[in-house]
């Protein structure tokens, strides 16, 4: 069985070098760079099972890195930032981070957070049946093996994140999930007050979808209790 690889991506040695000690002793085999462009690298080059990224790097930040990583890959990645805002943090999550640490950080909650991305990207990899139907709705076609969305034949680049919400809701269309349903569904956590990073990742969602703000065509929102898929 090979060894689980962990690509850290931070230009500062020092908070690289504890994400590594902390990571060894769990035993996973660790990459360390110092720049987003390396990072790219990286992971185009070599088998990567989840990366964590600095924001603020040179050469590349973490989210232009995440943008150019997302084009051909789908593996976990984990933000870490001094950043710490709410609004920071979702922009992380709407980005295409699965999770975002902020600075200072304990070590040892890192790791959990690794060990729970790692655990629920496995869990998706070895529960999806290779006889995964194609869902249609409309001119809406998602292959839920290659991950990749159609609308009208056009295709629609969304982040893992709004992927797993839009595939969520269209394998249960008429359904309602509450914004909870949504976060414990999709993020694999007890909900803890996610209620607004859903949100906004329905808010992108739509976008991409080119649903018109007053007239929801996809996904409808029912007041008060929460989203289901009107296909």
Same mark, same amino acid.
């Given at each position: 069985? @090979?060894?689980?690889?962990?690509?850290? +991506?931070?230009?500062?040695? !020092?908070?690289?070098?504890?994400?590594?000690?902390? *990571?060894? @002793?769990?035993?996973?085999?660790?990459? %360390?760079?110092?720049?987003?462009? !390396? +990072?790219?690298?990286?992971?185009?080059?070599?088998?990567?099972? *989840?990366?964590?990224?600095?924001?603020?790097?040179?050469?590349?930040?973490?989210?232009?890195?995440?943008? *150019?990583? =997302? &084009? /051909?890959?789908?593996?976990?990645?984990?933000?870490? /930032?001094?950043?710490?805002?709410?609004?920071?943090?979702?922009?992380?999550?709407?980005?295409?981070?699965?999770?975002?640490?902020?600075?200072?950080?304990?070590?040892?909650?890192?790791? +959990?957070?690794?060990?729970?991305?790692? =655990?629920?990207?496995?869990?998706?990899?070895? /529960? +999806?049946?290779?006889?995964?139907?194609?869902?249609?709705?409309? $001119?809406?076609?998602?292959?839920? !093996?290659?991950?990749?969305?159609? *609308?009208?034949?056009?295709?629609?680049?969304? &982040?893992?994140?709004?992927?797993?919400?839009?595939?969520?809701?269209?394998?249960?269309? %008429?359904?309602?999930? /509450?914004? !909870?349903?949504?976060?414990?569904?999709?993020? $694999?956590?007890?909900?803890?007050?996610? $209620?607004? &990073?859903?949100?906004?990742?329905?808010?992108?969602?739509?976008?991409?979808?080119?649903?018109?703000?007053?007239?929801?065509?996809?996904?409808? &929102?029912?007041?008060?209790?929460?989203?289901?898929?009107?296909?």
């Amino acid at each position: 069985m @090979k060894p689980i690889t962990i690509l850290i +991506a931070d230009d500062e040695p !020092e908070i690289a070098d504890l994400i590594e000690l902390h *990571l060894l @002793k769990e035993g996973y085999r660790c990459i %360390k760079v110092s720049d987003g462009l !390396e +990072a790219v690298q990286v992971i185009r080059t070599k088998p990567v099972d *989840l990366a964590i990224l600095d924001i603020m790097m040179p050469n590349l930040d973490g989210y232009d890195a995440t943008q *150019l990583i =997302r &084009t /051909s890959h789908h593996l976990p990645i984990i933000f870490l /930032s001094a950043k710490t805002s709410d609004l920071d943090k979702i922009t992380g999550l709407v980005r295409g981070a699965d999770d975002y640490v902020t600075k200072p950080f304990n070590p040892m909650e890192l790791v +959990a957070r690794v060990n729970a991305q790692l =655990r629920r990207a496995m869990q998706f990899n070895t /529960s +999806a049946p290779s006889s995964q139907s194609v869902l249609e709705a409309g $001119g809406l076609v998602i292959h839920p !093996e290659q991950r990749t969305v159609f *609308l009208y034949n056009n295709p629609i680049e969304l &982040t893992p994140k709004e992927f797993d919400i839009l595939y969520l809701l269209a394998r249960h269309p %008429k359904k309602v999930f /509450s914004t !909870e349903n949504i976060f414990e569904h999709v993020w $694999g956590e007890a909900y803890y007050q996610g $209620g607004n &990073t859903v949100m906004v990742h329905i808010r992108t969602l739509r976008k991409k979808l080119g649903e018109d703000m007053h007239k929801n065509k996809w996904i409808k &929102t029912v007041w008060g209790v929460g989203y289901s898929f009107n296909g």
